[in-house]
């Protein structure tokens, strides 16, 4: 009886051991087997083949051409290892494709080998340009897809409806698909559509697809949804209250809808929303003061046309979390400004077309808690006294557009961090300080100051005109996008853009303004000048000397 117990256990040994031996050699020899499919694998090398790598077709600085790395050789044979591409550790099923920003140029249509990939979870195409293909009905072959993001990416016409067959999306992503006469619509299917089938949203981008309809009420019904942007989506009519109150929406936006109406609601103090972006409609009514209930809140935006009363409640300093704040059109009273002194976590601040009243009045003394604080936007406010900024208080953004002034403000001699400074249409008289034209840490992409200068985006940079020396041609500078270091200057109707001001600047004109006093040395420091033009103005006559020839210059 022992023997044979024994002879068992020997030989359950053995067995067990010779299993282990083959498990492990299974799993040595697929280790080295790869896990793609030979038809997934050919879908994505063939979809790669339809489309061209073109540096230009993605945007960002990050961009780079994923596919190019894509080969059929025996050191590539295992597509999930490709860049961008992520398996199933299963099943080897191609079940994520991250393409963005991969300088991707070409059309998508319907025999795309892309919807081949019928086990996709997760899709995106974000930064590319297919050449504002449509969206073709194939896409319900991803009847797995959870994630979908199509930003950027040069897509048109209609949304098709299959796309609203996809009832495991999480996330989608169709926003910023508009240039010129080309975009996204979502009309037939709509947004009611959209809102009954896709019940699993979590968040929603459609920034700039033409909705052209009202906000349907069903979309109070995503209890899931955390994040919702309509933006620039041509809605009309009021704003159903109830999408406020969505139990985990964090981020709500619905700026530059200038048709769409609503009222604020009563907001709960367990409300999760971090971000609220109410600007360019027609939302009106009072602010409630249970707005100091979005303890969570760290971006405001409430400005740009609305017709909110012009009153700001107090309870606004509550928002202890606050980070960007942008209103307009409001009465700050002395209460009131003190209680925006309260909220020292903001980085970003634009108070547009208001009016100061009470002890601080306009002398915004409350700035001084604002330690944070790195831009500062004022535009056409009454600004009637100094503004009481510490020295010590460093900015990258100025804006005090129409804003009253009579001298430059002086806590501008210490800002050496500034990358746009606006002082535009005020009523600046006097000598320009010295400091100003030595602020050489002032790489200004957005130079505004005094109405001979003013920013644009320009694309033909060529001409600045003078009445005496007629039509004066330079260098086109079309470089478009953000330059350290660049000037824009205009005159009668004509603008173009300098970077790197003291070597490129060939022609400075500030004529009919009204400086006095001394013609600032350092003006002497432009390398590039050859024109000068400070005519009709009250300046002395004593001349800098320049070490290089000038055109015909004028002074006065």
């Known amino acids: 009886m022992g023997l044979s117990l024994t002879f068992f256990t020997f030989k359950h040994s053995v067995l067990f051991s010779f299993l282990i031996f083959h498990l492990a050699i299974g799993h040595f020899i697929s280790s080295f087997q790869p896990l793609c ?7 994505l090398l063939n979809f790669k083949e339809s489309l061209v790598i073109n540096r230009t077709a993605s945007g960002y600085p990050s961009a780079y051409p994923k596919v190019a790395s894509w080969k059929l050789d025996e050191k590539n044979s295992d597509c999930c290892l490709w860049d961008g591409v992520k398996c199933n550790e299963d099943t080897g099923h191609v079940v994520e494709l991250d393409l963005a920003s991969s300088c991707l140029y070409g059309s998508v249509n319907s025999t795309s080998s892309l919807f081949q990939l019928v086990h996709l979870q997760r899709l995106s195409l974000f930064d590319n340009n297919f050449n504002f293909s449509e969206i073709p009905s194939e896409i319900l072959n991803f009847s797995r897809l959870t994630h979908l993001n ?16 996809l009832t495991n999306l999480e996330v989608l992503d169709l926003s910023f698909n508009t240039f010129d006469n080309f975009f996204l619509k979502l009309q037939k299917p709509g947004l009611a559509n959209l809102a009954e089938n896709l019940t699993n949203l979590k ?10 309809s009202t906000v349907p009420h069903t979309l109070a019904n995503l209890s899931s949804l955390r994040f919702l942007s309509l933006s620039g989506c041509h809605l009309q009519g009021e704003f159903p209250q109830e999408i406020f109150q969505l139990p985990n929406l964090q981020f709500l936006g619905v700026m530059i809808n200038p048709n769409l109406t609503g009222y604020l609601p009563q907001f709960q103090k367990s409300s999760p929303l971090e971000d609220l972006r109410l600007s360019y409609t027609r939302f009106s009514g009072k602010i409630p003061s249970s707005l100091g209930n979005l303890t969570k809140l760290e971006d405001l935006y409430l400005s740009g046309g609305n017709g909110f009363s012009n009153e700001l409640p107090p309870s606004i300093g509550n928002l202890a979390s606050l980070k960007t704040l942008e209103i307009s059109s409001f009465n700050f009273s002395g209460t009131l400004q003190a209680s925006l002194g309260n909220l020292t976590q ?70 050496d961090q500034l990358i746009s400074l606006d002082l535009s249409s005020n009523m600046i008289a006097g000598k320009i300080p010295e400091w100003l034209f030595s602020a050489g840490n002032l790489p200004s992409k957005h130079f505004e100051c005094w109405n001979a200068m003013k920013d644009v985006n320009a694309n033909n940079l060529t001409y600045l005109q003078d009445s005496l020396l007629g039509p004066v041609s330079y260098p086109a500078y079309t470089h478009y996008g953000f330059s350290d270091y660049s000037l824009t200057l205009s005159n009668k109707g004509t603008e173009m853009e300098y970077e790197k001001l003291s070597n490129l600047i060939t022609a400075t004109i500030l004529s009919n303004n009204s400086f006095v006093g001394e013609i600032p040395t350092s003006i002497s420091n432009l390398k590039g000048l050859r024109t000068l033009n400070l005519s009709n103005n009250n300046l002395q006559a004593a001349v800098p000397t320049f070490s290089f020839a000038l055109h015909p210059t004028f002074f006065g």
């Not at 968040?203 to 052209?212: E, H, K, P, Q, Y």
């Not at 790195?374 to 009454?382: E, G, Q």
Request: glycine share 2%; charged share 15%.
């Open 346 to 415: 903001l980085d970003s601040l634009t108070i547009s077309d208001s009016n100061f009243s009470g002890p601080m009045s306009s002398s915004l003394s409350w700035l001084t808690n604002l330690n944070q604080l790195t831009s500062l936007n004022f535009p056409n406010c009454n600004l009637n006294e100094p503004l009481l900024v510490p020295n010590t208080q460093k900015f990258e953004i100025i804006g005090l557009r129409s804003c009253n002034l009579s001298e430059f403000p002086s806590f501008l001699h210490n800002q």
């Open 150 to 165: 199509l930003s950027r990416s040069y897509f048109s016409g209609q949304i098709p409806a299959e796309l609203l067959e």
């Open 37 to 43: 499919h030979d038809h997934e694998r050919s879908a």
């Open 203 to 212: 968040a929603l981008d459609l920034i700039n697809v033409f909705i052209s």
